[in-house]
C-alpha cells in the first residue's frame, strides 16, 4: 500500500505538551460523555439522536459502514455543531447487515483505507457545517478486536495517523497487562489515546468487562448506572461485579444510545455529575472540540 | 437539510480572477485530458490505470458508490501524485450493482450529502498521500442528468460549493440554448465549470452527442479519434455526423478508459496533441492540479 | 435474456376458472386485508409484524432488496404460516439505501432477473417453514411505476410468470382509462391480477390516490379509515376528496404497518368488517393460501 | 430460529441407497470436474463462463453474496441448462467487497438463513429456465471455514437439509483425523457430502493443502496440473510436496475458473481424462444432474 503522510496543517497546541498524568489529573477536574448517534440508514432510525446531543459532549457519528446514511450524518454534524459537542468518526468493519458488531478478519491494508475512506467522509459533512471530526473510535466488533488484534489495531492507527496527527483515539480503558493493542499502538505514532469506562457495564476483579453472556453484565437500574459513573469519574475505582473494588482510570464515560431509556438516563447522569462537582465537558481543549476547522482556516 | 457553507482555507489565486474567455484563451495553448480511473471493486478490475494515468492530465476517480473500493482508491490516488496529474471526484447515485448508469430519483437533499459523503471520502484518501480532489465530475447516468435536471444539478452545486468553493466541475461542453443545467447552477454558485469534449463520440449539428443508439455513434478508428481530438483542441471545432462544422468549446477531452485499446489511443491522442504544439495540461493552473494541499497546509 | 418458461407444478384449480366478474362477486362475500411485513434490516426494526400478522389475511413480506434480511424473513414467514397468512413477495428495486422508495430505471432484463432472484429467495425461506409464496406485489417505487410503465410493468410479469404461473399478482386497483399496465401485463400473461384499495389514502373523483404532497391526501382518523375500509369492501365505492362517489372495485384492503397505531388500527378493521358480515380473508381459494407447498409436494 | 424442514417432494431415487464406498467405487469410473462460474457483477467480468460451460460437468454458480447479479447468474443457469451442466450454489458470506474471501464470525442462525435465501434465489433462476439447484458448495472463506469450524458447519448443513435433503454437499475432500466438520454435519443430517480434490494445488503429507503463503502451494505447469488430477482420478493418490505419495479420495476436481488460462486448461484436463478412459461426468446421476426439475413437475 501506499506511503501515507499526515495531511492536515500543524498548529501549537500547548494542551499537547501535557504528559498522559496530566491527562489524567485534568480527568478529575470534568468528565467527557460520549454516546453513539447517527446510526440509522435512510429509512430506519435507532435511538434519539437530538435528544443525546444535548447532553453528551462527545458524539460518536456513524460513517456509513456500519450505519449512519449521508443526509442523516450532516443533519447530526449540524446538531453536533449547534450544540458544541465534539464529532468523532465511529469507524466500522463494512457491513450493514450485521451493524459492524461481527469480527471480519479483513487485511491490514483494506482496514486502512476503509477507515481513512470513512474518517474523510464524515469530516468532509461535518466541515460543510462547520465542524471538523476531532477523535476516532472504533465501532462494535472492531473496537471489541483492537483490543488484542495487533495488525487490526495498527491499521486503523495508520490510517488516523494519515489523516491528521492532531486526531484523539478513543477506545477501552485498561492499564498494565490489560493496556489494550489500540492504545499501544496510537501511543507509538504520536496520537493522543483516550481512555474510556462504562456507567452500565460490570466489571470484572481484574478491570476488564463482564461478558454479556454472563447474568449481571449490564447494569439496567439508573441509580446503580449513575454510582458507577459518579465513582468512575471522582475516584478512579469502580466496584467489580465480586465486590472488590478496582482502578478504572477513564477520560471518557461511554453511554449506550440505544436503550429504551437512554436519552433520560443521559439526563439524569449530567445531572448528578455536574452536582457533585464535576462537569460534564469533552476531552478535548475548549477550542478544539468546536471550532478547529475555523483555526485551521483562518480566512473564513 | 442543514445549511451548508464553503470548507477550505481561501488563497488569493490569480487565475481565478480571469473571465470565462480568458479561460477558453487559455485553452487555445494546451489541453487537457481526462479519464475515469479506479473503477473496480474488491476482486474486480477495470481498465489499466496505471497506464492511462502516465498520459491524462486529469483523473476522474471513482469514489465508491458506483466502483472503487477504498485501498484502489488509496493507490490510483497515490499514482496519480507521482505522476502529477489532478484528481478529481467522479461522484455518482449510489448503486455498485448498475456502474451508476441508471438514472435514481434522488431527493435533492439525498443526493447533497451523498456527493460531499463521495468528494470527503476521495480527498480524505488523496491528502494522506499528498494530493488533494481538485474537481468534481458526475459519472453515469448522474452526468446526463444534470445537463437539464435542475433539482438534481443544483442538488450537485450545494455540495460542491459546501465542501469548497475553490474545485471546479467538470462537465458537458455546451453553449446558447444547448448550455447544460449544471453549467448554468455551478456558475450561478460562483464554481469555475470546465467543458469536456469527447474524441471518440459523434456530435450532431446543433453541437449535442449522437446518441449511442444510432449508428456511428462511436468512434472506433484511432485516426478519426485523433483527427476529432486535434480539430477540437486547436480550432475549437468538430465535424458533425451529417458533415457540418459545429462549434465545440472545450477545455478538456475525455477518454473513455474502459475500452480495450484505451491506454494505446492515450498515448497516440498525447503524442500528436504535443506533436501539433497542443500540450496536454490539466485545465488547473499548475500549482492547484498537484500540491493545493500543500498550500492549505504550509506548516507541513 | 434467456427464453424463460413457467417452473412449478401445475394442478387443476377450479377456482381459476373463474371470470374476473366472477372474482368480483367473490369479493363481495369476504375481504382481504394486506400489510408489509419483515421490512426492518439486521440491527433496524420496523413495525409490529407479530401483531399484524395475527390481523391480516396476506403478509408483503419484503425479499431482501430495500429490506429484509434472511433471517428476519425466515422468522416472518414462519409466523404467517403459523397464523395461516399468505406470503407475497414484496418486490423491489434493489434499493436499500432509499427503502425502494426511488425510481431507478432499470433495464427490463435486469428487472425481469432481481424480481426472479427476490421471489426465489423468499419462497426457499418460506417453503423451509412448510409455506409458500402464493403472490407477488412490487413495493414502492416500483408499485407506482408499473402503474404506467410498460416495459418495467412486463419486465415484472415476465418474471413472475417464468417462476410460476399459479402465482397472483397483487397492485393498484384501476379500470377502464385508469387500469395499470400491471393488470394489463399480467392479465395478457395468463396472470390473475388482484385489485387492492387503500383505507387510509383519499380518492379523487377519478377514482386515482390524491397525491401525497396535497392537503388531506392520508386519512389519519381510526374512524374514518374504517368507513372507508367498510364501504370499499361492502359497496365497491369511495368517498371522493371533492365529495362524490366513486366507485372502487377492489379484493384487497392495503394497511399500512409502519405507521405507529397500524396493529391497533388492523384488530380496529378486521373487527369492523367482520361485524358488518364482510370476514377477513385470504383472496386466494383456502387451500392455496396455507398448503400451497404440500400439495405441490405429495410425498411429504 | 425457526423449525425448518424439507422442502421439496421426494422422489425414490435407487442412486442415493448406495453407501459412500459404493459412491467411491462409482468414482473410479467416471470424474467430475466443477468451476466457480457467475463470479462477474453488473459491470464487471470474471472468466470465461461461456467456455468453462463446454468443459466442466458441474458449475458452482455464484448466488449474489460475493458476485453474481441476477442477469448474470440467469444466463449462466441458461448455459448449463443447455449444455448439462449441473448446477449448484456456491453459496457465501456477504461480502461483495472482499468477494467472500474474509472470514465473518456470523452467528449460526444468519448463516442459515443467508444460505437458505442464496440457494432459493438460484434456484428460482435456474428453475426459470429448466433447470435447478443440485448441489451446494461454500465459498472462499466460507469454505475454508467449514472444514473446522462446527457451528458454522452445521448452519449451513441444517439450510441445505431444510431446504431440499436430496441436495448434495461439495466440499474438501479429507479423511480420518482430516475429515472435516462439514462432512460430520452432511453425513450426519443423511445429506450426500462430496469430496474434492485440487489439481493445481500442491498436497501436503498429511493430506492437507499447502498453505497459499508457503511456495510452491499453487501448480502452474499445465503438465504437472493434468497429471496431478490423472493420478487423483485413477490412483486416489497425489505426490505431496514433500515427495511422498498420499491417499485423495475425491469424486471431484475443482478447477480455478479465474486464473488467466483457466479455460484452456479445462479442454486439456478433459481430453487427457477422457483419453485415459476416465470420462468427465457429474458427480449426480445421470437424470438428477440435468432434470431434478422435471422429474419434479411432472405436468410439465
Chains 1, 2, 3, 4 share one sequence.
Not at 183 to 212: I, K, N, W
Not at 270 to 290: D, E, K, N, Q, Y
Request: glycine share 10%; net charge negative; proline share 4%.
Amino acid at each position: 500500500m501506499a506511503k501515507i503522510s499526515p495531511l492536515r496543517s500543524r498548529i501549537a497546541r500547548p494542551w499537547r505538551t501535557g504528559t498522559v498524568s496530566t491527562m489524567a489529573a485534568d480527568a478529575q477536574r470534568s468528565i467527557d460523555l460520549n454516546a453513539d448517534v447517527g446510526e440509522g440508514f435512510g429509512r430506519w432510525e435507532l435511538g434519539d439522536d437530538e435528544a443525546l446531543l444535548t447532553q453528551v459532549s462527545s458524539a460518536n457519528i456513524a460513517c456509513g459502514f456500519h450505519a449512519g446514511d449521508p443526509r442523516r450524518l450532516l443533519e447530526v454534524c449540524r446538531i453536533a455543531v449547534a450544540n458544541g459537542v465534539a464529532i468523532g468518526a465511529q469507524v466500522s468493519y463494512r457491513d450493514l447487515a450485521g451493524f459492524g458488531r461481527r469480527f471480519i478478519d479483513v487485511e491490514p491494508a483494506d482496514l486502512t483505507a476503509d477507515v481513512l475512506y470513512q474518517i474523510g467522509a464524515l469530516d468532509g459533512l461535518a466541515r460543510s457545517v462547520g465542524g471538523s471530526v476531532s477523535y476516532v473510535k472504533p465501532h462494535g466488533a472492531l473496537y471489541n478486536t483492537v483490543v488484542h488484534h495487533e495488525d487490526q489495531a495498527a491499521a486503523v492507527i495508520v490510517a488516523v495517523a494519515a489523516y491528521d496527527r492532531e486526531l484523539a483515539v478513543l477506545g477501552l480503558s485498561g492499564s498494565g497487562p490489560s493496556r489494550t493493542e489500540l492504545a499501544v499502538q496510537a501511543e507509538r505514532a504520536g496520537l493522543r489515546f483516550v481512555r474510556e469506562a462504562f456507567a452500565d457495564r460490570a466489571y470484572t476483579a481484574e478491570g476488564t468487562l463482564v461478558s454479556r453472556r454472563l447474568p449481571g453484565a449490564v447494569l439496567t437500574d439508573p441509580a446503580a448506572v449513575a454510582a458507577q459513573a459518579l465513582s468512575i469519574a471522582t475516584t478512579g475505582t469502580v466496584r467489580s461485579i465480586d465486590g472488590t473494588a478496582v482502578e478504572i482510570d477513564a477520560e471518557s464515560l461511554c453511554l449506550h444510545g440505544d436503550s429504551p431509556g437512554a436519552a433520560d438516563l443521559a439526563v439524569h447522569l449530567r445531572a448528578i455529575l455536574t452536582g457533585t462537582g464535576m462537569p460534564v465537558a469533552s476531552f478535548l481543549p475548549p477550542a478544539a472540540a468546536t471550532n478547529r476547522s475555523a483555526a485551521d482556516s483562518p480566512g473564513r
